[in-house]
């Protein structure tokens, strides 16, 4: 069907009810720490890839661990690993470790696009 | 030479214990290590909630220091102490013995050395100051940036020592929020054609007032607050800093540029604080002194005749350590 442009948009309202986290409960108790998180933004601040494209990686781990995996596998794949968001983290969160975890969590869960999940195996 | 009391530390907290001893009748000795006493208070401005100034309260403990049943020894470090036969001997830096009943720790807290945060740049920009830096210059009347022309940007970013696990600091200092809003104020109050920012995780405006000073920083003199936390400082080739961080509430990565970056410095325990709670067993959390029990006994420890006051304890406000003292006082007084 054509798209004019018109279509009706799906409501914006996130209904916790409907959040299915599990991916997000295999990530407790993980040693990258990522629960303890208190969205300063300082990992944001630093980041590499963030400072040129539209990637914010707190955002996208908020996200996570909210439950809300919509667009989070695509995100995290900017990521080129460099770990500058471990070495300033007040609380200590290993990130370059969790989004390796979180990677390897969405990976099974984006079956029909080959790119991404090349890009999800490329740790 | 036989005392009664004791009382290690010329702080507020300090000469309030003594003074309240001395109008009951005992007799005190203060050893202090600085010459002077009330370091820290020397160096404020003004003091939150109501902008008194603090030179009003220096000289109140001034003159309580003066009571005749106070002996000050100014300039002698306590270096140790131990318990003998039912008595504290304490050990002076000129090798003296002290010989004395009861004990009062009032030694306090330091500031955080700003230099440990390397990625802000302290110490390496001359842009980037500290609270204490500030409050200096607002003691002076004049606040400039590094050339020492007025600034037209002033960024104020909170928790820096405080809440840092990099920094093995896990707790918050408690002043620094309220600190800032202040500092704030009077900034704006000298310069009103700067724009002042704070930059913060969480703003804790938790004492009588401290909210009517944030809403009124903002309603009456223009503050901005970003929430967000400075991940680094660069110098400017012109000498202004260039600061990041991500304005948490748009969900964007941010750069500034600022004549003045104010690092809002938390409190640790002092050198003091940190030997003389380890030599006596009571060192509790992040090297600050241990109480018996937060809530009912926390001017006494679990070593007889060794008393505790003011922020050698854990971070508090001069409100806090003022009462503290006043019950520590009274707690040595119930045992005798």
Redesign the interface.
């Known amino acids: 069907m054509p798209e004019f442009g018109f279509s009706i948009s799906k409501g914006r309202t996130i209904d916790f009810d409907l959040l299915d986290s599990a991916r997000t409960a295999a990530l407790e108790g993980d040693d990258s720490g990522l629960i303890k998180c208190?969205?300063?933004?300082?990992?944001?601040?630093?980041?590499s890839a963030?400072?040129f494209s539209d990637f914010?990686i707190?955002?996208i781990h908020t996200m996570f661990r909210r439950g809300q995996y919509d667009g989070v596998a695509e995100a995290l794949s900017k990521c080129m690993l460099c770990g500058k968001c471990t070495l300033?983290?007040?609380?200590?969160v290993n990130l370059r470790h969790a989004i390796i975890r979180m990677r390897q969590t969405l990976r099974t869960s984006v079956p029909d696009d080959d790119d991404l999940r090349h890009y999800l195996n490329v740790l | 030479m036989k005392h009664n009391i004791v009382i290690i530390g010329a702080g507020p907290s300090g000469i309030e214990a003594a003074h309240c001893l001395a109008v009951s009748g005992e007799h005190v000795t203060v050893f202090e290590k600085m010459e002077d006493p009330l370091e820290n208070l020397r160096n404020k401005a003004f003091l939150f909630p109501d902008f008194t100034s603090a030179s009003e309260l220096t000289e109140t403990f001034r003159t309580k220091l003066q009571h005749p049943y106070i002996t000050y020894r100014g300039g002698t470090s306590i270096t140790d102490m131990e318990r003998m036969d039912g008595r504290w001997v304490l050990t002076t830096d000129r090798g003296e013995k002290i010989d004395t009943d009861d004990v009062i720790l009032a030694t306090g807290y330091r500031p955080f050395d700003a230099s440990r945060k390397e990625?802000l740049g302290y110490g390496i920009y001359n842009g980037v100051v500290t609270s204490l830096d500030m409050e200096k210059m607002l003691l002076r009347g004049r606040v400039v940036n590094s050339i020492g022309d007025l600034p037209s940007r002033v960024a104020f970013l909170q928790?820096v020592g405080s809440?840092?696990?990099?920094v093995g600091n896990n707790y918050c200092s408690k002043v620094c929020c309220i600190t800032a809003a202040k500092q704030a104020v009077e900034v704006k109050k000298l310069l009103p054609e700067a724009e002042v920012f704070i930059f913060y995780?969480?703003l804790r405006m938790w004492g009588q007032g401290f909210e009517e000073i944030y809403r009124s920083s903002q309603q009456d003199y223009g503050i901005r607050y970003i929430?967000?936390?400075?991940?680094?400082a660069a110098g400017t080739f012109d000498g202004k800093v260039q600061i990041?961080?991500?304005?948490?509430l748009t969900?964007?990565?941010?750069k500034m540029s600022t004549d003045l970056l104010v690092l809002m410095v938390g409190m640790e325990p002092s050198e003091g604080t940190r030997m003389l709670a380890g030599r006596c067993g009571i060192c509790g959390e992040y090297g600050f002194a241990r109480s018996e029990n937060r809530h009912l006994y926390d001017n006494v420890t679990s070593r007889e005749g060794l008393y505790l006051c003011g922020s050698c304890k854990r971070p508090m406000c001069l409100e806090d350590v003022i009462s503290d003292a006043r019950s520590a006082a009274m707690e040595l007084l119930k045992s005798r």
């Open positions: 208190m969205d300063c933004g300082t990992c944001t601040a630093t980041c963030g400072a914010s707190r955002k300033v983290c007040p609380r200590s | 990625e928790c809440r840092d696990s990099k995780m969480d929430r967000g936390r400075i991940s680094e990041k961080a991500e304005d948490t969900g964007l990565p941010m």
